[in-house]
C-alpha cells in the first residue's frame, strides 16, 4: 500500500491510470461512492453514509497519481495492514490473533489518532511446495511429492494430504482463525481491528472450515458429519460492533439493543466454533493449546 507511481504500478502511465480511475471504475460504481468533502469515515456514522448513499469505500493505492487525488477514494497509505505468517505456522499465528485482539481498541486509538485504520489480513496464499505439487499432478512431469508439500505446513498428523486447491489452503486457515475470533467476541475487554479480510466466505455471511471445498469436491475417506462446517464471521461481528455502538447509547435504547444483540446471538448459534480430530487433513481439536 505504501509504493507509488512506477514502484506500485511498472510500465503504467499516469494519463493510463487516471483513464482506468475516470473511464472504468468510477463509471461501475457511479453514484455510490464515498465522497470525502461530504463524509469523513473516522466520524461519520454508517446511518448517515447510507441517506447519503456512499456505499462504496475506496482505498487507492498511488492515490494521487492514480485517482488525482479523488474525493471519492481515500488513500491506501492510511491502512495499517497487518500480515500473519498464516496456516503454515498456526501456533504464531494464532498468538499472534489472540494479542491483537486484546490490543485492538489501543490500536485503533492510535491508529485513529493519525487518520489511519487497522487492516489485518487472515487470509493465507498457497504455499509453493503446494503450487509445484499441483503442477507435477496436473502435467505428469515429475512424480508428485505429496509428503513434502504436508510437511510444509507443520501440522502435526498432516503428513500426507497436499491441499489439491487453493479453497483448501483457505479453509485450512479458516478452520484455525475460529477459535481466536470467538474468544474475541466472549472476552469484552477485547475486540477487533476495523477492517478483516479473509478468503472461504460462504453462505450466511459464514467462513468454511470443512473439508469439502466450495465449489463441491468430496473426500470419500474424510468425516462427512465435518464437510460443510462453517463459522459465523460476520455475525461475530456485527455482534461486536452492536455492542461498542450499544454502550455508547443512552439507557432507554437498551431494550432495542438487547433485542437486537438476541437475533445475533441466534444466527451466531446456526454456525458456532467446531472443532474435531481430522489429522490427515490437518485439523485438531486440542491444538495448538493456547
Known amino acids: 500500500t505504501l509504493d507509488t507511481g512506477q514502484d506500485q504500478y ?13 473511464d472504468v471504475y468510477c463509471q461501475i460504481f457511479d453514484g455510490v461512492m464515498i465522497d470525502t468533502t461530504q463524509t469523513d469515515l473516522l466520524s461519520t456514522p454508517l446511518s448517515v453514509m447510507l441517506e447519503r448513499n456512499h ?23 492510511r491502512l495499517d495492514n497487518t500480515l500473519l505468517p498464516g496456516v503454515t505456522d498456526v501456533e504464531f499465528t494464532q498468538y499472534l490473533q489472540r494479542d491483537m485482539y486484546k490490543k485492538s481498541d489501543n490500536l485503533r486509538k492510535y491508529a485513529r489518532a493519525r487518520g489511519h485504520f ?11 511446495e503446494q503450487i509445484l505439487n499441483g503442477i507435477r499432478k496436473q502435467f505428469g512431469i515429475f512424480d508428485p511429492d505429496e509428503a513434502g508439500c504436508a510437511l510444509s505446513y507443520h501440522i502435526p498428523g498432516m503428513t500426507e494430504w497436499c491441499p489439491d486447491f487453493c479453497l483448501d489452503t483457505s479453509q485450512l486457515q479458516s478452520y484455525y482463525n475460529q477459535a481466536p475470533m470467538e474468544d474475541a467476541h466472549t472476552n469484552p475487554a477485547w475486540g477487533f481491528p476495523n477492517m478483516i479480510y479473509l478468503d472461504a466466505v460462504d453462505v ?4 468454511r472450515t470443512g473439508t469439502q471445498i466450495m465449489f463441491g469436491h468430496k473426500r470419500s475417506d474424510s468425516l462427512e458429519e465435518y464437510w460443510l462446517s462453517r463459522y459465523a464471521f460476520v ?19 437498551q431494550t432495542l439493543c438487547d433485542e437486537t444483540l438476541e437475533v445475533l446471538e441466534e444466527r451466531r448459534s446456526r454456525y458456532p466454533v467446531t472443532l474435531w480430530d481430522e489429522p490427515k487433513y490437518g485439523r485438531h481439536k486440542e491444538w495448538p493449546l493456547e
Open 235 to 253: 455475525d461475530t461481528l456485527l455482534a461486536y460492533n452492536l455492542g461498542v455502538a450499544c454502550s455508547r447509547l443512552p439507557a432507554q435504547n
Open 10 to 22: 511498472p510500465d503504467v502511465t499516469i494519463q493510463q491510470k487516471q483513464a482506468f480511475w475516470n
Open 204 to 207: 450466511d455471511g459464514t467462513i
Open 55 to 77: 456505499r462504496v469505500v475506496t482505498f487507492a493505492t498511488d492515490y494521487v497519481q492514480f485517482t488525482k487525488s479523488s474525493v471519492h477514494a481515500l488513500d491506501a497509505r
Open 118 to 128: 487497522i487492516l489485518l489480513s487472515l487470509a493465507s496464499s498457497a504455499e509453493e
